[in-house]
């Protein structure tokens, strides 16, 4: 049975932490999935870690359009409930189920012809290419296990409930532990696949979260099978999941294009040992950033319920208190890794240029690490209120300015790699200028008839 809408009352900042802590635990975890898929590919030589970052484009575009998706379901899921309205809430997710299968099917087929393409447009080399090949090719053929995930997750995450993923999130990355080495050096009648093992154990461990995932969420408490069953494909309801998932999806694809232009730069500007630092540096600064994606799926659910209950009072506070408390984890993060960073970049690759370039961008990195929180909490808000479309602009002015930006400190002002990297801050906060601009605009006008004490 259907509680009351819990998310749309009741303290936000205990709610702020029920749903983050949980979220940011398992993306922590998630990340380390990560971390640890670089430190095994380190151990097979930096041309393979340079392949894996030359595959970092490709990744986030599939990862996109599974992400894309689990957020629009997301949002369109936790409106329903706080209207309480149980048959759209299953219908949404039927009808995504559909995409997911859509999607699982077409990527292993479509996606490989362009991989190449875009390993060939950075510049790799021939040797970091056939590692980055062999990666992403594998991944893409276990796909739909990634689309099927995200949208069993953005059903319980509608429902504040973000604990069944970071439980699965935590098993993968131990089981990675061990997977990895098994597939990387073959054990027995299991094959040496390199960095093709360090792909078939990622599709491995997103299979058993496809199960696992399924269970919980039968188990969980709005969830109703006889209402499911009776769901059916309506092209409405898909065309409502694209007009919400579609931007962050986008949003997300443009993150993709916007490492493919660091990564063409930083190879320009510092060759292969450079990319590879790059790429150490990135899951460094990924795991200061996992505390403040929980706060985002907070307060993305908050809102939403708030927006579909119309609470005006209580979509301002769940973007206030996300604000405060990211930005408070990100100052911590700040002082952790800036005075480590050498130490830190050491633990994957001990080449001294390497460590150098890594430490180098973290450091400089560090001064846009605030504007993260502003960005991505007001992004989360706009897809609360049903305003998804400007996380897809201001994705695009962050990744597109870089093409002009990059070469003018580069190559113009002769700041060679170093204008990669404080260009990267310099798009960060003014991005953050017009997103909070753009923010207070619009819940102005989506919550002018709402009851501020309702």
């Known amino acids: 049975m259907y509680k009351d809408n819990n998310l749309a009352k009741g303290d936000i900042k205990k709610q702020l932490r029920k749903i983050a802590i949980p979220a940011a635990l398992g993306f922590l975890f998630n990340t380390l999935f ?3 898929d670089s430190f095994f ?7 393979a870690i340079a392949g894996m970052t030359l595959s970092f484009p490709v990744f986030f575009l599939l990862i996109a359009i599974a992400s894309g998706m689990g957020n629009g379901l997301n949002a369109l899921a936790a ?14 997710f039927k009808n995504t189920l559909y995409l997911a299968v859509f999607f699982g ?5 479509v996606a490989p012809y362009l991989s190449r393409l875009l390993f060939t447009i950075q510049g790799a080399e021939p040797v970091p290419l056939d590692y980055g090949m062999r990666y992403i090719t594998v991944v893409m053929i276990g796909y739909i296990f990634f689309m099927v995930n995200y949208a069993l997750n953005g059903m319980l995450y509608a429902q504040g409930n973000s604990k069944p993923f970071r439980n699965f999130l935590i098993v993968a990355s131990l089981v990675n532990i061990g997977l990895n080495p098994l597939f990387i050096y073959g054990f027995w009648f299991v094959p ?9 154990s990622t599709v491995l461990v997103q299979m058993g979260g496809t199960i696992y995932l399924i269970w919980k969420l039968k188990r969980s408490e709005k969830f109703e099978m006889n209402i499911f069953k009776k769901g059916k494909f309506n092209i409405k309801t898909i065309r409502d999941i ?6 962050s999806a986008l949003n997300n694809a443009t993150i993709a294009l916007g490492v493919f232009v660091i990564n063409y730069y930083v190879m320009y500007y510092g060759g292969t040992d450079t990319v590879a630092a790059y790429g150490v540096a990135i899951r460094i600064e990924q795991l200061a950033l996992v505390p403040t994606i929980g706060l985002n799926i907070a307060v993305l659910s908050i809102v939403g319920q708030s927006f579909g209950a119309k609470k005006k009072t209580r979509i301002y506070d769940a973007w206030k208190w996300g604000t405060i408390v990211g930005l408070i984890i990100m100052l911590i993060g700040i002082i952790a890794i800036v005075p480590l960073a050498p130490q830190l970049i050491a633990l994957f690759d001990d080449k001294e240029s390497v460590i150098e370039s890594g430490t180098r961008y973290l450091r400089i990195e560090a001064f846009a690490f605030l504007s993260y929180v502003f960005l991505n909490i007001g992004v989360s808000v706009l897809q609360g209120i049903k305003k998804p479309m400007f996380s897809f602009w201001i994705g695009l002015y962050r990744q597109v300015l870089p093409f002009g930006l990059f070469y003018l400190l580069g ?6 790699i170093l204008g990669v990297w404080w260009g990267i801050v310099i798009i960060n906060w003014t991005a953050v200028i017009i997103t909070l601009t753009y923010v207070s ?3 102005k006008s989506k919550t002018s008839d709402f009851d501020a004490d309702n």
Do not use: Y
Not at 79 to 92: E, M, P, V
Not at 105 to 109: D, E, G, K, R
Not at 411 to 416: D, K, L
């Open 34 to 36: 990560n971390v640890v």
């Open 41 to 47: 590919a380190g151990q097979i030589g930096t041309d």
């Open 79 to 92: 409106i329903a409930l706080g209207s309480k309205d149980k048959k759209r809430f299953h219908a949404l």
């Open 105 to 109: 099917i077409l990527i292993p087929v």
């Open 192 to 200: 040496a696949m390199d960095t093709a093992g360090i792909a078939l």
């Open 242 to 247: 694209f007009e919400q998932g579609i931007p």
């Open 411 to 416: 190559s113009v002002f002769a700041m060679g």
């Open 441 to 443: 605009m619009k819940l």
